[in-house]
């Protein structure tokens, strides 16, 4: 089922800190959703600062183009009066043409209009204090006989001069009439801008603020309320607890991509750490694996088997605010556990063929009873005869070909068991093998107990039920069992040996991995399982196994 975890709570989880080093450091450094706070605001102050910037150099060009133009034209206007022209170069000019300088200051709204010889000499100006001061006349072309506009230092005010030059008749410049106006200060274009201006920056600054709040308090929301460091910490911790437990842990997101894999799910599915951020079908796993990732199937354990391991597998939906981001797979190795239960199954059945043997020895002698009391001895010995017979028979037929000794009795005990229900279990002519070391004679016998096993299921009620077991240890180790069932699909041949399910009531026979046990036990040998059409019908299953098993049985011998 979904897990989840109530807002706040993975706050105050903490593992090798207490609470209260929690809170100090929350104290100690400011709020996440403050600093974001803080980070927008300053963004806000930037961009307002960024227009004014640019507000104040449009005006400040505006300035200069159209006062600029007033000033030459009050500057042409002042040289071309005659009174000028006439008595500038009067010894009491100064006085004589102060009406003229007012007029000009007046009219332009300027700060200052003056007369300057070609020298640079003060004669007239409308502050008397600057009359017969030499002065820097720029970089003027008045001098030259044009009239110029720029940018001059006035008494250490930066201010906009237009000039013009006052020409004889000649056409040579004898003086030069100059008008000028301090630059305005940022506030002052700033204002000259208008009151929209200063309305838009008022409500860019206005929203900038809401939505720098809005932002912090969702932030706030979405981090439940952690701050920088809890955050860190509780990822380090979550890092630490998933690759330090000994379960497999694979989560997957609604994409099919892995988000998350630990040690041991590494090391059970035989891949890297950089397959986290790839899909699953891309990353070199089981097939079968990959249909149970990305299946819907949940709630319950899975037992597949990969070529190396049985793996138990339970898969959980995963969900964050009351919507489903992926799922959670657990994983456990039970590759041990089954090759127990194999080792058990094939236990198992001997203990039911002393069963079996027990009823059937219980019946005859019941039946010798019957005949001694009826004093039909000759019926007896015949009776005795037969069945001692009859069990040589199957006994010599086994060992005279299987000589290990523990593949020799799990052969009659599994004869026997198929009898009961009616199915019989043949020993093929040409089959041989020597005695095994015990390990090798364990898997041996998971390996022939599973397919006898399976066989013998499928073979009950059809015609003829026959199960025919053949092994020969000349090349390697090859063990063929064939069935009289209905036989394998070719789309079933590969998933047979792939996956099972435990133990549970709805599985035939308590069984679900047999098939895939055996694929398992050979391919720890470096062996190979497939199943075919039998020649006679129903299905083959040949196991073979590399020379090395002979190899190691003849070192043992």
């Known amino acids: 089922m979904p897990r989840h975890f109530p807002s706040g709570l993975t706050a105050k989880i903490g593992f090798g800190h207490s609470s209260s080093t929690c809170c100090d450091t929350a104290r100690g450094f400011r709020s996440l959703a403050g600093q974001f706070l803080v980070f927008q605001l300053l963004v806000v102050a930037i961009v307002l600062v960024a227009v004014a910037a640019v507000s104040v150099a449009q005006s400040t060009r505006e300035f200069r183009e159209v006062r600029g133009a007033r000033m030459i034209a009050v500057a042409e206007n002042m040289a071309s009066t005659p009174v000028v022209r006439d008595r500038y170069a009067d010894p009491g000019a100064s006085k004589v043409l102060a009406p003229e300088v007012d007029r000009a200051v007046a009219l332009s709204g300027a700060g200052l209009a003056e007369i300057i010889d070609p020298g640079g000499t003060v004669r007239v100006s409308s502050d008397p204090s600057r009359v017969g001061r030499q002065v820097d006349m720029g970089p003027t072309r008045a001098d030259e006989g044009r009239a110029w506009f720029g940018d001059l230092t006035i008494d250490g005010v930066h201010s906009l001069v237009g000039e013009v030059p006052i020409l004889a008749d000649s056409g040579e410049v004898v003086s030069i009439a100059s008008v000028s106006e301090r630059y305005p200060s940022v506030w002052e274009l700033m204002g000259a801008s208008g009151e929209r201006l200063l309305f838009y920056l008022g409500l860019g600054a206005a929203l900038g603020l809401l939505a720098s709040w809005l932002l912090s308090r969702r932030i706030k929301r979405h981090t439940r309320g952690l701050e920088i460091a809890e955050i860190a910490s509780l990822a380090d911790h ?54 149970f990732l990305l299946s819907g199937e949940e709630g319950r354990d899975v037992v597949i088997v990969t070529r190396t391991r049985v793996l138990a597998l339970n898969r959980r939906a995963a969900t964050s605010q009351g919507q489903q981001i992926g799922t959670v797979t657990t994983m456990r190795d039970s590759t041990e556990l089954a090759a127990l239960q194999g080792q058990l199954s094939s236990h198992k059945s001997v ?96 390996l022939l107990g599973n397919l006898i096993d399976n066989a013998v299921d499928v073979s009950v009620g059809s015609v003829a039920a026959r199960v025919t077991v053949s092994i020969d240890d000349h090349a390697g180790l090859t063990i063929s069992v064939a069935d009289s069932g209905p036989g394998v699909p070719e789309n079933l041949r590969e998933s047979i040996f792939a996956r099972g399910v435990t133990s549970k009531p709805d599985v035939p026979g308590g069984r679900g991995i047999g098939l895939a046990l055996v694929r398992l036990v050979t391919a720890q040998h470096g062996g190979t399982v497939e199943v075919v059409d039998g020649p006679s019908g129903g299905a083959l299953f040949v196991v073979r196994l590399p020379a090395s098993v002979v190899a190691e049985k003849a070192a043992h011998a």
């Open 238 to 291: 979550r890092e630490a607890l998933l690759h330090s437990i000994r379960e497999g842990v694979v989560a997957v997101n609604n994409e099919g991509d892995i988000t998350v894999l630990n040690d041991s799910a590494q090391e059970l599915l035989g891949v890297t750490a950089d397959a986290v951020g790839r899909p699953v079908h891309s990353v070199g796993l089981d097939p079968a694996v990959v249909a």
């Open 351 to 446: 203990t039911d063929t002393l069963r079996a043997q027990t009823h059937e020895f219980a019946n005859q002698l019941h039946t010798i009873s019957g005949l001694v009391q009826l004093g039909e001895y000759d019926s007896v010995r015949d009776l005795v005869e037969t069945l001692t017979r009859r069990r040589a028979e199957i006994s010599d037929a086994v060992t005279q070909r299987i000589s290990d000794p523990a593949v020799a009795a799990l052969l009659i005990a599994k004869t026997t068991l198929a009898a009961e229900s009616s199915v019989s279990l043949e020993l093929a002519p040409d089959s041989h093998l020597e005695a095994l070391p015990p390990a090798v004679a364990t898997d041996v016998i998971t």
